[in-house]
């Protein structure tokens, strides 16, 4: 599929032909930012990040065959490589970022029939997307984010993904910088937002709950009055996401009025009722369980029946070490894909919430990271948290926890090999047949490698 010509890329990113080319442009079907993804017809945007210019992997781009080079250098080996290559062109910006979101931005507003929903918040993002993406593709043609692309870069790529037939688009936003929120809400323009919560992921780099919380609100920006904005009742910040919004507004809990908590279950499906329809949630934890209401109570406004929110809720498990039961010798709650204090708290709830009876309950937690000065604050809370589940033993990984001052824990420092064969040994020799382990922790811990380690 054509996305679009290259004079439409030099208008849509006030771009400037450095190339010696005819007007007789190509087409351009896809847009990458790494030069190990570029196919034929690809669009390369070369990044400028702290550690690698992407400008450096321009051969490599056209060997692999883009039709098209952004830039954002005039230098002379820029030129040369362009005059290498006449049949491709070189569109001059002054910021290669910004002009790939300007691109992705007017794209975007070739579909003005298109439900766009976003979904953002400090946990609880990739999950609720799941929730509503499979919820309304029971009734829309759907396109939504693929893996959690939610960021500066990773939103805009995403959007390119949207064709004629896609009648629903539903979008992760995520944000770890001042102003990047803002930035991705300007290239989608949702007319539907949920927020999951205002929590301390990416404290460190924002400074503050509050900061996080305004930063959050940016998502809001462009809902228009028949729109809705969905914001968790019982969060801190709930008033001050809503003040100024001009779209309605659900304040969603377990108890909404629609839709709301029959029953919690941590190792079977809990149970949620969406008006009088009652709907098994395959993932664990009343925090799931909430984003499974959320995304429910959107549906219901975008007119999907109860029915097919059941069949749409019901169509989702565990996926990518989020939150998944793996049974065997032990009985593993798995939840490595990433951790901040407001996930770790739910997981460590849900935890303490297992049936215990005769088997012993083992924790292993992994760092947090990006937290900044909160760091050995936030760590040494999440200790003693984990002290009191009701675990017989308590293992925290990662150079963040070996800095904590409580008692009753083993700390591990690191997050290599050596650590997680520690970890595991230390399990092995704890655990007997039918206990129940926790693994939580930040992606960059992965400590699902444990798994293999202890016969699972």
Known sequence: MTLFSVEELLASCNGQLISPISRDFSKIEDVATDSRLVKKGSLFVPLIGEKQDGHAFIKNAISAGASAVLVSSQSEQIKRIAMENPSVPFVFVQ?????????????????PNLLKCAVTGSSGKTTTKEFLSSILSTRFSV???????????????????????????????????VGEMAEISRVLKPNYVIITNIGSAHLGKLGSREKIASEKKHALDFVKEDGIALVPLEDDFADFLCDGVRSSIVRFSLNSKCASL??????SPSVIRVCDTKINVHIPGRHNALDAIAAALLSLYLGVSPAQIKEGIESVFPSNARSEVVRGTFTVVKDCY??????????????????????????????????????KKAHEEAALLATKCGASLVILVGDEFSKVNVENVVTIPGRNENAIEEAARLIQKEAKKGDLILLKGSRAVALERILPLIGM
């Open 95 to 111: 910021n290669t970022l910004k002009a790939l979101q300007d691109v992705a931005e007017q794209y975007v507003s070739r579909f």
């Open 262 to 267: 029959v029953s919690l279950d941590a190792l």
């Open 143 to 177: 396109i939504s984010t693929k893996g959690n692309l939610n960021s500066e870069t990773g939103l805009p790529l995403s959007v390119f993904g949207i064709q004629n037939q896609h009648e629903a688009g539903v979008f992760e936003l995520g944000m770890n910088r």
């Open 338 to 375: 990433n951790a901040n204090p407001d996930s770790l708290k739910a997981a460590l709830r849900l935890f303490s919430e297992l049936p215990q009876k005769e088997n012993k309950k083992i924790v292993v937690l992994g760092e947090m990271l990006e937290l900044g000065d909160e760091s």
